[in-house]
């Protein structure tokens, strides 16, 4: 079974940093896009950043420039490290990815949420 596990959640205050990972395990041929994306309470879930597997990245502008989206591919892992946080970036962070099992259907999969709360 394919899934992705996400790590690094908790609460901050605000101008603290956070360190988010996410690990695909299962029996995997490729993984391609991987990103962040988040929920605040009330809203509907938004992009937060992506990458390829190549290490292209796409922000979304909230993020741009304090989050950094980062990929090891030999780990199936990505991380989002993200600095200068603020209140409003409080939510439940998803990891996605568009897998390639061996052997069976594409996939795109969600991870659990990992919650981020920045204090003000």
């Known amino acids: 079974q394919v899934q992705l596990v996400e790590s690094g959640g908790g609460l901050v205050q605000a101008g603290g940093s956070l360190r988010l990972s996410c690990t695909a395990s299962?029996?995997?041929?490729?993984?391609?896009?991987m990103g962040w994306y988040r929920q605040a309470p009330g809203k509907e879930r938004e992009l937060g950043a992506t990458i390829t597997s190549g290490g292209r990245t796409t922000y979304a502008s909230p993020v741009k420039g304090r989050f950094a989206i980062s990929r090891d591919n030999a780990k199936n892992t990505i991380y989002l490290e993200m600095n200068s946080l603020k209140p409003e970036d409080t939510a439940v962070y998803y990891c996605?990815?568009?897998?390639?099992?061996?052997?069976?259907?594409?996939?795109?999969?969600w991870g659990q949420g990992t919650l981020v709360t920045v204090s003000s």
């Open positions: 299962g029996n995997i041929f490729r993984i391609d896009t």
């Open positions: 996605n990815a568009g897998v390639q099992p061996n052997g069976a259907r594409y996939l795109e999969l």
